[in-house]
């Protein structure tokens, strides 16, 4: 079993920068891929950004070359550089994890973007 606590986000002025952590507990060797995701109230949430472990990353179209994605193995950590932000960034972000069949997921941490 894998748990995720995200953090990092806030608000911030359109044209900035956040970087959201995701701190992975418990059987970190089991995770096959991992990723983020976003969600705005009354919308379907969203991939942001999502890959397997040593592999490449695929990113959402509305976030390249805006938004990295990195995993720090050594400390069980998952980040996203987010830069030139956009008001319609503006969701809660998540984090995931897969592991065999399953999809774990975090709590999500709110980023609000102000024109």
């Given at each position: 079993?894998?748990?995720?606590?995200?953090?990092?986000?806030?608000?911030?002025?359109?044209?900035?920068?956040?970087?959201?952590?995701?701190?992975?507990?418990?059987?970190?060797?089991?995770?096959?891929?991992?990723?983020?995701?976003?969600?705005?109230?009354?919308?379907?949430?969203?991939?942001?950004?999502?890959?397997?472990?040593?592999?490449?990353?695929?990113?959402?179209?509305?976030?390249?070359?805006?938004?990295?994605?990195?995993?720090?193995?050594?400390?069980?950590?998952?980040?996203?550089?987010?830069?030139?932000?956009?008001?319609?960034?503006?969701?809660?972000?998540?984090?995931?994890?897969?592991?065999?069949?399953?999809?774990?997921?975090?709590?999500?941490?709110?980023?609000?973007v102000s024109s």
């Amino acid at each position: 079993q894998v748990q995720l606590v995200e953090s990092g986000g806030g608000l911030v002025q359109a044209g900035g920068s956040l970087r959201l952590s995701c701190a992975i507990f418990g059987n970190i060797f089991s995770v096959n891929a991992m990723g983020w995701y976003r969600q705005v109230p009354g919308k379907r949430r969203e991939l942001v950004s999502f890959g397997k472990s040593g592999g490449e990353t695929t990113y959402a179209d509305f976030v390249k070359g805006r938004f990295t994605m990195s995993r720090d193995n050594a400390n069980d950590m998952l980040y996203l550089q987010m830069n030139s932000l956009k008001p319609e960034d503006t969701a809660a972000y998540f984090c995931k994890a897969e592991v065999g069949e399953f999809d774990y997921w975090g709590e999500g941490t709110q980023v609000t973007v102000s024109s």
